[in-house]
Each structure stands twice: as structure tokens, then as C-alpha cells.
């Protein structure tokens, strides 16, 4: 389940912060990561490719990347192209959360688990060996073919659409959000927060983040204060 507006407002702080002491790094964890778990870069004329091209994407090793406005130094994946890498399992896409094209065809891979693309809400295409169902099944996807040894699944559903689901399974003061192909969080309707969204009110921001910025600044003063001192003795 995730947090309602005022929990929301707590976590757009955390990732500013975040993203001003690692956004930096972010394109090297992702170079040295997922964009070149296997050799080679994305070929011309695949689905990523084109992709790439028509949003005017850079093309880092097997990845497509974009970046995001007014945050320093963030690329983030908007197409992953793992195509013919002889993979034979896939543990981990996280880095590729915001992708919207993925291929994995071309590779011996025997299983999938669907909570591998579990929070890949924008995912819209993704390409798989012939012998892999789509994950989430098909009444996840608006068209699943399979073409010679590729399986397509094209254009995510919203599962919280889908009759059986809305918001029944989630507590009151909540809405069904979906989460991936297959997959929902039920967030927190206006003015709810917390546990199954129970209380009520905004988030108190100031009350948390406070006095934890107060006793950053005291530490800072102090640090200051000691080192400046061990400097004048020397």
C-alpha cells in the first residue's frame, strides 16, 4: 500500500535529498550495471532502436536513456535491449523501472518471474523468447502474438480496471493504483495517511524533518568549531 498525499510530500524530500548527494553517480552504477550486463549496444532496426530514435534517446550500451529535467547529472532507462546475450536467467530489472520497450528474446532463459517488472508502470512493449508467457498473463496486455521464436506483449492494461479488481481489495480510504503488468498498490485517498490509511490529516513534514535539520546544522557548527581548533593549535 503505498502513503497518501502528506506521506507523499515526506518522500519527494527524501529523493531531493537523494538525488543531490548520489544523482552523479546514477549514470555510473547504471553503466557498469545493467547497460552492459552483456557486450555489444543496441542494434539498428531493433524495437529499442527505433524507439530510441522517436524520443530522441542516447544510446549507452544495451540501454536507451533519457534525461530527466532539472535533475543533475540523472539519465534513467526508457528502453533495455538484452536481446541474443545468451542470459538463461534474468534476476534483477530494477534499473529499468522506467523503461517502456524491454527485449529478452534471443535468449535461453526457462523461467520468468512476474515480479521482476513488478513497479514498471510505464512498461508498454515487451519482447520475449517464444517459449515465456507474459507476465501477469495475457489479460494483462491489450495484444499478445507469438512470431517464430518471439513473443510480443504490447500495451499494459490497468489492472485496477479490469472488473474483480477496482478497489475491492484495498481498505477503505484507499484507490487501487496500478503497480506493473499483473500487479496494484492501494494509496491512500486525500487527507488519509499511515496504515491502511486510518489517519487522518497532511503529513507533518515540518514536525519530522525539523528538528533532524536542526541537529545537522549543530553537528555541522560543531565539527567546524573542533577542526578549526585543532588547526589553530597546530
Keep these: 500500500m503505498t502513503a497518501g498525499h502528506g506521506q507523499q510530500n515526506a518522500a519527494v524530500v527524501l529523493l531531493f535529498i537523494h538525488v543531490c548527494f548520489s544523482g552523479g553517480y546514477q549514470l555510473t552504477e547504471l553503466q557498469v550495471g545493467l547497460c552492459h550486463l552483456c557486450n555489444g549496444t543496441v542494434q539498428n532496426g531493433t524495437a529499442v532502436s527505433q524507439f530510441c530514435s522517436a524520443s530522441t534517446g542516447l544510446i549507452d550500451g544495451r540501454c536507451c536513456l533519457l534525461r530527466k529535467e532539472n535533475i543533475r547529472d540523472a539519465d534513467y532507462v526508457i528502453g533495455l535491449d538484452l536481446s541474443n546475450c545468451s542470459l538463461s536467467r534474468v534476476e534483477d530489472l530494477q534499473d529499468a523501472f522506467s523503461a517502456t520497450t524491454i527485449d529478452l528474446s534471443l535468449n535461453p532463459i526457462v523461467n520468468l ?56 481489495n484495498c481498505p477503505e480510504n484507499s484507490l487501487c493504483v496500478p503497480y506493473g503488468p499483473g500487479f496494484f498498490q492501494c494509496s491512500c485517498v486525500d487527507a488519509f495517511r499511515g496504515y491502511k490509511c486510518l489517519r487522518e490529516g497532511e503529513f507533518p513534514i515540518i514536525q519530522v524533518f525539523g528538528p533532524l535539520a536542526g541537529s545537522t546544522v549543530l553537528v555541522s557548527i560543531l565539527l567546524w568549531v573542533t577542526q578549526r581548533r585543532k588547526a589553530i593549535s597546530v
Design 113 to 168: 518471474d512476474d515480479s521482476l517488472f513488478e513497479g514498471f508502470i510505464q512498461l508498454a512493449n515487451l519482447i520475449l523468447p517464444a517459449n515465456l508467457v507474459c507476465p501477469g498473463g495475457n489479460a494483462s496486455w491489450d495484444k499478445v502474438k507469438v512470431k517464430g521464436e518471439t513473443h510480443f506483449c504490447e500495451g499494459q492494461k490497468d489492472i485496477c480496471n479490469q472488473t474483480g479488481y477496482l478497489s475491492l
